[in-house]
């Protein structure tokens, strides 16, 4: 097992290292007396995780930020991760009171300041329930995997994750630009994890070394944590040829050496992680334009992501479909793509774009990458399943149709927008009901 | 355009802004250039008795990041050579004719010590003197200051033996470490004090440094108690200055007051000059920005003077004192409710806490989408997003319930969002002084419930 404690991973051109520096003792002591110490306040209500934010700015206020940590962590175990890939603007920052007038509190920001300074403290955080013999699996290390994990070694439970990839971490180390992310900062989180007892390994897949029977055997649960897949093909000639965003994103994380980016790049998808794909070919200096069949309007981007987009000269083609990837001798030329406008509203809300007859559009590329969703969950992971939508189907309590197999995040969020601090939640209340689960039965006995 | 010069016990000054005797007034040279900032007068920091000063000597009172709220200080009188003090009284003196120059003295407590130092300063041209009664921490101890401020005999005593000699206007500075500056005050002007100032730092502990468990600060080692001044100390100084000048004794002599203990703003000017003083002394605001905040506190004053047709400083002297009034004097029957503007609330819900934890439970959290009253803290642990804004439980008052504590007011940190709106109360309007005199049954309980009773008084 790859020691991910002392693994060094290459640092990432200076372009692409984190955007936000840390805010110094004193800035952060200057945000957090901004805070008015709302009652019940919003910014708690609207955190997925409901950490209790005007609580832990109050100890930043009073210099306490090891104590901040303590409050943020104990709703939330990746609040390092979370304070800096969250949507604040569309969460606790979005709902501060104060933004209506002037601007919000730096939340996310206070927040990265007070985890960051336990990030490698190795003094224990919690103190942990008495060993109560039950064993559980997480299959997956991403956030809802991970913060399922540690809630429920706080509960005594003896809890091993099994993650398929090298390295843990799932989507906070594969897939988040390093803009945002660095991966050091999921792998500490691990670190942390590990500290409270979780055992964790890497390389292992249910179907490829991990079976069912030896799940159903050695644990009394198991949590799947398991994310969605990678970019779906387009299903256009020539799709063999376009790269996948999400491989853009992993590259720059764990082996920024490795990146080649053309002159010209496409991205098709107008998604965050389109975002992200674009971002990091811009700043390795392409001109990049994003394609997109809606208008701006329909994007599933967030307002800041599309405005940040903007800033860094990414380009914007929308009512613009991909028919076709033209090469030249296996050389990428560009897309040929066909205009569309707005229909009638679709399944999903959003007006349907339709194709105007006799409207097409070569864009010129050199490179395309696809960043349009990723494949649901499948394979001998969700074997025994029911699936909503092609997500994998849990009650309220995230139970599976499969006996004492319990599931969250991404690969349940057949609605609404997934973002990582729900997959924290998901794993929280999952390991609440795994918990209860798992004590019950021990008193049947 | 306000006029804004005083006449000060004979002192005239074109703006009624000095610095107050302190290191702000250290030398010649600082003056020279307060002088050229604007400043309307200076008061000499304190000359008299030789000392030794020490260090550190200031400590801070911060909140939520905001710097000398109050300042405390432990520096002595003057520690320059008396005769270069008095060679630059008279250089400042002679260089600038138009502006106060009035010097602070304090000397060990006898007859001749007094006509020593009163003739000096005599001699360097100076408009004024003012005796330091006041300083409260080192001097006191070895006999001056506050040690005499604090005992009316040895102000009257002292202020006999000035008066003896000098000619020029004696103003006696008190201190505010006493349960009352009256005496004190009073016993000056039977002596023949010129004018009163006040306040002079208040006794205290500034803090304790929690990682050595020293006093902070801490000189070497060891610390105790200095002199408290700056915003903070306000307050206190208005009570000092409206016991003065609503004592009709005081009030007999005719003689004016300087006004001093947290000025900052033109505001607190206002408010000085409102409740009495003709002068007004500033000291840790400069300590803090500097000589350049006068051009503020003139330009506000005066502003302010003019929205309110006020054409000289005597207009606004005193002007709210007639408006002061013991609490027995205090009409019973007016009741004031808190109302809060839905417009201009934004949710933090302060208000409701405060309430509800230590006022009165008058206010309730209303869901907006339905009307309906909900208790904190009952939102589902699967909301999440800003959206949940929209129907936040936002707060209201019942105002039949509300005692009109203005608590909630005070929370609010939104101006005009909550206003305390006066009713009707349906009690007579009386105060407690006429009540009981009335009434005298009211010191029973049995009689207190049947009066309630009867004006329909209800607590819960």
Redesign the interface.
């Known amino acids: 097992m790859p020691d991910t404690a002392t693994r060094v991973l290459p640092a990432p051109p200076p372009s692409l290292a984190e955007l936000l520096g840390p805010l110094t003792p004193h800035e952060a002591q200057v945000e957090a007396n901004r805070c008015l110490y709302c009652f019940d306040a919003p910014c708690l209500q609207a955190c997925p995780t409901h950490i209790d934010i005007p609580g832990f700015i109050r100890k930043i206020a009073q210099a306490r930020p090891r104590d901040a940590a303590k409050t943020i962590l104990s709703a939330n175990l990746l609040g390092a991760t979370c304070s800096r890939v969250c949507p604040v603007e569309e969460l606790c920052e979005g709902a501060c009171v104060l933004g209506a007038s002037f601007k919000p509190v730096s939340i996310g920001r206070l927040q990265r300041y007070a985890t960051d300074t336990v990030l490698h403290d190795t003094r224990p955080l919690f103190t942990l329930a008495a060993p109560t013999g039950k064993r559980i699996a997480v299959m997956g290390s991403g956030p809802a995997g991970l913060s399922c994990a540690g809630e429920l070694a706080k509960k005594g439970h003896s809890v091993e994750v099994f993650e398929k990839s090298d390295l843990p971490g799932g989507l906070s180390t594969y897939g988040i630009v390093t803009l945002r992310e660095p991966p050091e900062v999921a792998l500490a989180e691990v670190e942390l994890l590990r500290r409270m007892g979780v055992v964790v390994h890497v390389g292992r897949e249910l179907g490829r070394n991990l079976s069912w029977d030896e799940l159903d055997d050695q644990f009394d649960a198991v949590f799947l944590g398991l994310g969605l897949g990678r970019v779906p093909l387009l299903g256009i000639s020539g799709d063999q040829a376009i790269l996948d965003g999400l491989d853009l994103v992993e590259a720059c994380k764990v082996d920024p050496a490795s990146l080649e980016i053309g002159r010209h790049v496409v991205v098709i998808g107008a998604g965050n992680t389109a975002i992200d794909c674009a971002t990091v070919a811009r700043r390795l200096g392409a001109e990049v334009t994003i394609v997109y069949r809606r208008t701006e309007a329909e994007m599933t981007a967030y307002p800041h992501e599309y405005d940040f987009a903007k800033a860094e000269g990414i380009g914007f083609r929308f009512l613009t479909q991909p028919v076709a990837v033209v090469t030249d001798a296996g050389r990428v030329k560009g897309l040929e793509c066909q205009m569309m406008e707005l229909g009638a509203p679709d399944a999903s809300g959003r007006r349907e774009p339709r194709p105007v007859p006799g409207r097409t559009v070569f864009v010129e590329a050199d490179q395309v990458f696809a960043a349009i969703g990723q494949t649901k969950p499948q394979g001998p992971a969700v074997e025994g399943l029911t699936f909503d939508r092609g997500y994998i189907s849990v009650d309220d309590t995230f139970r599976t149709k499969r006996p004492k197999v319990f599931a969250g995040g991404d690969a349940i969020r057949s609605t609404g927008a997934a973002s990582t601090v729900m997959a924290v939640q998901d794993g929280k209340l999952a390991a609440r009901a795994i918990h209860g689960f798992v004590t019950q039965e021990a008193r049947r006995g | 355009m306000a006029d804004l010069s005083i006449d000060f016990a004979g002192i005239w000054s074109p703006n009624p802004f000095w610095l107050a005797s302190a290191p702000p007034t250290n030398s010649g040279a600082q003056i020279h250039r307060a002088f050229e900032a604007g400043w309307g007068g200076a008061v000499w920091k304190t000359i008299g008795s030789p000392v030794l000063n020490i260090s550190n000597r200031y400590g801070g009172l911060s909140l939520?990041?905001q710097r000398l709220l109050a300042i405390n200080n432990i520096e002595l009188i003057s520690d320059r050579p008396q005769d270069v003090n008095l060679r630059e009284i008279a250089e400042v003196k002679r260089a600038w004719p138009d502006r106060a120059v009035i010097v602070s003295v304090m000397v060990e407590s006898t007859r001749q010590a007094w006509h020593d130092i009163v003739k000096k300063v005599e001699d360097t041209g100076a408009d004024g003197f003012e005796l330091n009664f006041g300083c409260p921490h080192g001097m006191s101890e070895r006999g001056m200051g506050a040690a005499v401020g604090q005992v009316p005999e040895y102000c009257g005593q002292i202020v006999g033996w000035v008066k003896e000699v000098a000619t020029l206007p004696v103003i006696v500075k008190l201190t505010p470490n006493v349960a009352s500056v009256v005496p004190p005050g009073l016993a000056a002007l039977a002596a023949g004090a010129d004018a009163l100032s006040l306040i002079n730092t208040i006794n205290s502990i500034i803090g304790l440094d929690l990682k050595s468990l020293e006093f902070a600060p801490s000189i070497g080692g060891k610390g105790g108690h200095g002199g408290f001044a700056g915003p903070a100390v306000k307050p206190v100084a208005l009570h000092h200055l409206s016991s003065l000048m609503t004592d009709e004794k005081i009030l007999s002599f005719k003689k004016p007051v300087s006004g001093q203990g947290g000025i900052s703003t033109w505001q607190d000017a206002a408010e000085f000059l409102l409740l009495g003083a003709t002068s007004l002394q500033v000291c840790t605001a400069a300590m803090h920005h500097g000589y350049r905040i006068v051009e503020d506190l003139i330009e506000g004053l005066s502003g302010w003077m003019d929205d309110h047709g006020f054409a000289t400083i005597p207009e606004v002297t005193g002007k709210s004192l007639a408006k002061f009034s013991d609490f027995k004097d205090l009409d019973l029957g007016f009741q004031a409710v808190a109302r809060i503007d839905a417009a201009k609330c934004?949710?933090?819900?302060?208000c409701?806490?405060a309430c509800q934890d230590t006022a009165h439970q008058c206010i309730d959290l209303l869901r907006p989408s339905t009307g309906e009253k909900v208790e904190?803290?009952t939102?589902s642990?699967r909301?999440?997003?800003?959206a949940?804004?929209a129907d936040?439980?936002r707060p209201k008052v019942r105002e039949d319930d509300c005692v009109g504590c203005r608590l909630c007011f005070n929370v609010c940190?939104v101006d005009d969002c909550i206003t305390m709106e006066s009713v009707a109360s349906g009690r007579p309007s009386v105060t407690w002084d006429q009540l009981t005199k009335a009434k005298p049954e009211l010191a029973d309980w049995d009689g207190m419930e049947k009066y309630r009773k009867e004006v329909g008084i209800e607590i819960h």
Do not use: A, D, F, T
């Open positions: 939520g990041g934004i949710g933090c819900n302060l409701y806490v904190p803290r939102w642990e909301s999440n997003g800003k949940i804004v936040r439980p940190p």
